[in-house]
Every structure is written in C-alpha cells, then in structure tokens.
C-alpha cells in the first residue's frame, strides 16, 4: 500500500509542476529552438503514418525504437489551425492532438505491426488524456491515408481490445495534415533524461513498450 501511495503522489506531483505542457524557461535562449523542425523526405519504397496516443515526447521514442522506422517527427495534427504553436495547440482550442510522423519501411514493418505497436504504446481506453495529461491535445488517434489503412487500423483496435476491459476510445480520422513541432521538442526524450517527467511518466511508459515489442525493436 505505501508504494502505491508513493506512486500516487509522484504522479500527482508530476502532474501539478512538470506535465507534458510545460514551457521552456528561457525561450531567448539559444539552447532552445522554437522554429518548427523540417519534415524528411520520404525515400522511394517508404511509407508514412501518423499516430497520437499522448504526450509526444514518449511517442516520438517509442516508434523510433522499431526495427524499420527511418524517422518519428513530433507535431500536431487533426486540427483547423495551420502551423500551430505549442503553446496554442495546448490551450485545447486548434482541434489538433500532439501527434508523431513515422517514416518507415513497409518491406521491413507492416503497417499492421505498427499499428499493433502504436497500441502498445499507450493506454487507449482513457478518453482525451494519459496519465497525468489531460486535454482533447492528449487524445487517441490514428490518422488513416487510404480506405485499406482505416480497416487495419480497425482490426488493430478489434486486438487490442482484448487487453482491456473498459472499451477503447481512439479515434479514427481522414489525414489532412501534419506540422511538425518546433525543434527543442524533436527527441525531447533522448535530450532530456534527467528532467522529472521524462523519469516519471515518459520512462516507465517506453520501458513497457520496449517490454511488449521486444522482437521488433531495433
């Protein structure tokens, strides 16, 4: 009981002081780059998905993790604003949910797997938030390209269902668009191990991950 309590607390104060939303202290600063980071080019044979299952810090890890996947880009999709900001994405009014860019290689992973693997990632019954994350920016989606990628990802909530028992609520959108994020966020996690939220929510979330997708990852 006293760990669970521990937890609980530590949850809580990740939620209260340092959350997903929180802002860099010094944007003056020449350490951080708050331009939107440049899109890859997609390569001949490649293929692109776009996922949202959280905060995108632990996203973007999760799927650059994958045996096939060249690239994962933080951004925003499945809003009405053009190249939104961080900060206007997280006052939950663009529509758009912090969302990841994979480019990868069908040949090496099947869109199946990866979306099996997207599902893996993140808890996909808890309804516009994770963790202690809250907000519509927060939601469950994956964004479909062609009518043969919305039915796999239907078949892929249909097995991933079976993992839970409350009903999954991701959503299953039209792409339209994608932005890219501004660049201190690209591999926020990778760059910043020590901060408190990457150690208590990004962390153990990717480690959980990398458990349930050990044979695919890199």
Known sequence: MKSVVHFVFQVFLVGLLVGCNQQPADKTSNVIDINPAKLPTLRSGEAVATVAGGCFWAVQEEMKSLRGVREAVSGYAGGDLDYPTYEQVGTDQTGH???????????????DVLMDAFFAGHDATQLNKQGPDIGKHYRSVAFYRTPDEKTRIEGAIRRDQANHKAPIVTQVESFKA?????VY???????????????LVSKPKVEKFRDRMEDRLK
């Open 178 to 182: 994608f932005f890219p994020a501004e």
């Open 97 to 111: 949910a912090e969302a990841v860019q994979i480019y990868y290689d069908p040949k090496v992973i099947s869109y």
């Open 185 to 199: 966020h690209q591999d926020y996690y990778r760059h910043n191990k020590y901060n408190m939220y990457i150690t």
